[in-house]
């Protein structure tokens, strides 16, 4: 069964820290690119960053420009995004998702495969 689970969300002061992962299965992520979306409730889905099926290329809405960074690993079949300097508005659950697609990456893309999302709150 082809399944993407996020995991790594949690409760952080501002200013902190966090790392998410997405792990694939079922399918090789490797032919894949990866996206980073976030949604919180009554706005729509704001896509954060993608990462083309290589890892030559990655992409950052401009609200995480300098603050996120996405990264791959292909041989553990997991994808990351690491975030720093965390703000009160990046509160949301994050999703990540799967386009077959192996030129550069784009938000703005169908994307395959969505896992469950994982919530991230920010708050003191």
């Known amino acids: 069964q082809l399944q993407l689970v996020e995991s790594g969300g949690g409760l952080v002061q501002p200013g902190g820290s966090l790392r998410l992962s997405c792990a694939a299965s079922?399918?090789?992520?490797?032919?894949?690119?990866i996206g980073w979306f976030r949604q919180v409730p009554g706005k729509e889905r704001e896509g954060v960053s993608c990462?083309?099926?290589?890892?030559?290329?990655?992409d950052y809405a401009g609200s995480v420009k300098g603050r996120f960074t996405i990264s791959r690993d292909n041989a553990k079949n997991t994808v990351y995004l690491q975030m720093n300097s965390l703000k009160p508005e990046d509160t949301a659950v994050y999703y990540c998702?799967?386009?077959?697609?192996?030129?550069?990456?784009?938000?703005?893309?169908?994307?395959?495969?969505w896992g469950q999302g994982t919530q991230v709150t920010v708050s003191s």
């Open positions: 079922g399918f090789t992520l490797g032919y894949y690119a």
């Open positions: 998702a799967a386009d077959h697609w192996s030129g550069m990456c784009h938000l703005r893309r169908t994307y395959d495969y």
């Open positions: 990462i083309s099926n290589s890892g030559d290329n990655a």
